[in-house]
C-alpha cells in the first residue's frame, strides 16, 4: 500500500524558486505553474489596463496593476491575476507586490486556466473579501461580474455591451473594443 504525501508550500518557498519566466501561483498551499498565455489573451488584458489606467490618469482614484504580480492574500494562497485594482485609500496593502485583498481582480480565460478561474480563484477572492471579480471569457465574448454582498458573491452577472463598476465611478469599458480582433 502507497501513501500519498502531499506537501503543500508557502510564500516564503515561492520566493526561493529560479527565475524562468513561468508564472507560478499557489493555491491551497498547491503549486500552480502555468505556461505564457496566447497573444490574443494578452491583448485582451492590455486593452483592459490601457483603458482602466487611463481614466485612473484622469481620476486618481487608485492603481491598476497586470501580471505578473503576486497577490498574497494568505502564506498558502497566492495567485497570479491578470489585472487587480486597489482603490487609493487602501494602498498601504501595496508593496513589492499586493498583501491583501485588491478591490478588483480580473481574470481573462484561458483553456488552461477556466475551472481554475471559474471554481477555485473565486471561491478564493470571495473567502478573503475581494469587493469584484470578472472572469473574461474570449471565446463567448462577455465579462461575468460577480459582486460581494454580506461576505458573498452574487450568481454573476453576464455583460455583453458596456463594463460599468461601483469602484470605479464614471468608467464605462466598451467590450466590443475590447474583444475585437488586433
Given at each position: 500500500m502507497t501513501t500519498a504525501i502531499s506537501t503543500k508550500i508557502t510564500y516564503d518557498d515561492l520566493l526561493k524558486t529560479p527565475e524562468d519566466n513561468r508564472l507560478r501561483e499557489i493555491i491551497d498551499g498547491e503549486l500552480?505553474?502555468?505556461?505564457?498565455?496566447?497573444?490574443?489573451?494578452?491583448?485582451?488584458?492590455?486593452?483592459?489596463?490601457?483603458?482602466?489606467?487611463?481614466?485612473?490618469?484622469?481620476?486618481?482614484?487608485?492603481r491598476v496593476a497586470f501580471a505578473s504580480l503576486d497577490t498574497v492574500l494568505a502564506s498558502n494562497q497566492v495567485p497570479q491575476s491578470d489585472l487587480v485594482y486597489v482603490r487609493r485609500e487602501r494602498m498601504a496593502i501595496v508593496e513589492r507586490v499586493v498583501s491583501g485583498a485588491p478591490d478588483l481582480v480580473v481574470e481573462v480565460l484561458s483553456e488552461h486556466s477556466r475551472r481554475r478561474d471559474e471554481v477555485r480563484k473565486r471561491e478564493l477572492y470571495e473567502q478573503f473579501g475581494v469587493p469584484e471579480y470578472w472572469i473574461v471569457d474570449p471565446e463567448a465574448d462577455h465579462v461575468t461580474v460577480y459582486r460581494l454582498a454580506n461576505g458573498v458573491y452574487n450568481s454573476g452577472t453576464i455583460i455583453r455591451t458596456t463594463l460599468t463598476t461601483p469602484l470605479l465611478p464614471g468608467l464605462e469599458i466598451q467590450l466590443a473594443r475590447v474583444f475585437a480582433p488586433r
Open positions: 500552480i505553474v502555468s505556461p505564457s498565455p496566447s497573444f490574443e489573451h494578452q491583448d485582451i488584458v492590455g486593452a483592459l489596463y490601457r483603458v482602466i489606467s487611463d481614466f485612473l490618469d484622469r481620476n486618481p482614484i487608485g
